[in-house]
């Protein structure tokens, strides 16, 4: 009982005493260098380490967990696509998630994070736009479709108290053959890319969002994926520096506020082979002190094998991240209060004043840049009302420019006897997957047949296709096949060699058309399950306009 006494006793006069000899909160009226480092020579070892911290959280609503982490003075939350299809309930959750950040000590708010990148990755749903992205972009080539791109799907996720965007994407489309940049590509030109990234970046800071330039130092020449497996990119200096680091150069020139580290080696460059996001040399030596770079660095996700293999421990690989330069470790999931990714490091922080030190830098960066965006009057709101979202969701303004800028972007691939109108198209059959496709088609080709596939064809499916397909294709001319996917081609495919004419609609990378050079013609679209896309690319056909895309590798 004494010792509870005793205890109890201690912790009154532990909060009396940071009550007595805290002088300032996030909202003081003082110059923002000054009042950060206010902020973080009064805060605890808990408060530095918690303001580096970024956390994910499973299911529609943030759990009791999450609020327990705000309560420490957690300094930002990821909203991933799980806990999007309801995005009122997405106002509503970072409401909360704000009102608790307001409830500590220091008032700071929380930067609310997500990936909208545009096109494929569209981590908010509900009726947000899906809009071209980023290739189609590159295959217009007008940095003025980046901004715009980039500001109104800022305006939808501000609305919503998302105030920082993992984008833009400015990885190179160098490996042809990977699913994981693709498309989220402008394409494989370095000084493009970094011209249409900082048109990208300019829009999304317009629009009042923080700009996450991805993934540095490049991800565009691996096939592998991060979540998995480390990629390896075996290239020398001068080749990087020509290639992988333009786009990065032409962003820090025009001041980018925040750059994600990638989980990526590039071992000719840093021999140790540990995995840019974890690299001292990238991240401090070249980034900050070579280029000059002055923002904040946050890691790609750290539940990441690519991050966590190379560390040998989650609590290692957290610790490596700071040390290396970065300010924010990004976590998909909500660590539990005693997990030793936070037990391990706050202990070090006691035991290692050099750790200490680089925590503290970390939370001084990241507040400074906290205090820069809240009070610049363009920040997003931080309790965002549910009832208002429908006004700004979907943007209607975005509504017309992303079809114009669809137009801009459609590539003639193969020109064929394009345009295919209706009356001399004989008996047309529709083959594929996405409504809009079909839609689109009824209205120029009205009588046509439809033979619908799953968009996500696995390989029963496709086989199932190609056995019946047989059934119906005699009775027609015309075959226009809308392509998205490997098995896509292979059911366009059956068609080689037959006495149909065939048109290709290709909506995602032009590398599936590489096997169907046989078709008629082929237009490219670039774009994820996009509806203006799919309009601009039968309109195309229908010769409602001439495409004017360049493919942009």
């Known amino acids: ?45 808990s408060e530095l380490l918690s303001q580096t911290f970024m956390f994910g959280w499973a299911g529609a609503e943030p759990p009791e967990l999450l609020f327990q982490w705000v309560e420490r003075g957690l300094g930002s939350v ?26 500590t000590r220091f008032e700071i708010p929380l930067f609310v994070a997500t ?4 096109g494929w990755i569209r981590h908010v749903k509900g009726n947000t736009a899906i809009t071209p992205g980023n290739m189609a972009i590159g295959a217009a080539g007008y940095p003025a479709d980046a901004w715009y791109t980039a500001y109104y799907i800022s305006q939808e996720i501000k609305a919503l108290g998302i105030n920082m965007n993992f984008a833009p ?19 494989d030109d370095p000084h493009k890319t970094g011209i249409l990234g900082a048109s990208f970046a300019a ?5 009042g969002v923080i700009p996450t330039v991805k993934h540095y130092p490049g991800h565009g020449d691996t096939s592998l994926d991060s979540h998995g497996k480390l990629p390896v990119i075996n290239i020398n200096f001068d080749t990087f520096k020509n290639r992988e680091l333009i786009p990065y150069i032409y962003l820090i020139k025009e001041n980018v506020p925040a750059v994600m580290s990638g989980h990526l080696s590039y071992p000719q460059i840093d021999t140790s082979g540990a995995p840019a996001s974890l690299s001292k040399y990238f991240l401090t030596d070249l980034l900050r002190n070579q280029l000059g770079y ?13 991050a966590t293999a190379y560390a040998g421990a989650m609590s290692n690989a957290f610790r490596m991240a700071l040390e290396a330069g970065n300010d924010i470790i990004l976590s998909s999931t909500t660590a539990k209060l005693n997990e030793a990714l936070w037990t391990r490091n706050l202990n070090a ?7 200490r030190q680089c925590v503290k830098q970390a939370a001084y960066r990241v507040i400074l840049a906290k205090l820069a965006y809240f009070k610049s009057g363009n920040s997003a709101t931080l309790y965002p009302d549910p009832d208002e979202v429908d006004k700004y969701i979907p943007n209607k303004d975005g509504e017309k420019f992303f079809l114009e800028q669809a137009c801009r972007s459609i590539t003639v691939d193969k020109q064929g006897s394009m345009p295919l109108k209706s009356d001399d198209a004989g008996r047309v059959l529709l083959l ?14 009205p009588k046509s047949g439809e033979f619908h596939f799953s968009y996500e064809t696995g390989p029963n499916e496709t086989q199932w296709v190609l056995d019946n397909i047989g059934d119906i294709a005699p009775g027609y001319d015309t075959v226009i096949v809308s392509v998205s996917s490997e098995n896509h081609a292979k059911i366009a495919n059956y068609f080689k060699g037959s006495n149909k004419r065939v048109f290709i609609l290709c909506t995602m990378s032009p590398e599936l058309t590489e096997s169907l050079q046989w078709a008629d013609a082929i237009l490219l679209g670039y774009s994820w399950r996009c509806d203006y896309s799919m309009a601009a690319m039968l309109a195309a056909l229908n010769g409602e306009f001439v495409p004017q895309g360049v493919r942009p590798y």
Request: aromatic share 10%; hydrophobic share 45%.
């Open 1 to 45: 009982m004494r010792r509870k006494i005793l205890l109890i006793a201690l912790l009154i006069f532990n909060s009396a005493f940071l009550a007595i000899a805290q002088t300032v909160t996030f909202w003081s009226k003082l110059p923002d260098e000054e009042l950060a480092r206010k902020i973080t020579d009064e805060m605890t070892d």
């Open 169 to 187: 994407t400015v990885d190179l489309f160098t490996a042809h053959d990977s699913t994981i940049i693709g498309t989220r590509s402008f394409g």
């Open 432 to 445: 594929g997957s996405l409504d809009s496709f079909f839609k689109e088609a009824k209205k120029r080709y």
């Open 115 to 118: 990936d909208q990148e545009g």
């Open 203 to 207: 829009g999304t800071m317009a629009a």
């Open 78 to 103: 990821k909203v991933f696509g799980w806990n999007t299809e309801d995005i009122h309930l997405v106002a509503k959750s970072i409401t909360s998630l704000q009102r608790g950040a307001h409830s």
């Open 349 to 355: 922080m006691s035991t290692d004043e050099d750790f």
């Open 294 to 306: 002055k923002g904040i660095i946050i890691t790609d996700d750290m539940m990441m094998v690519g």
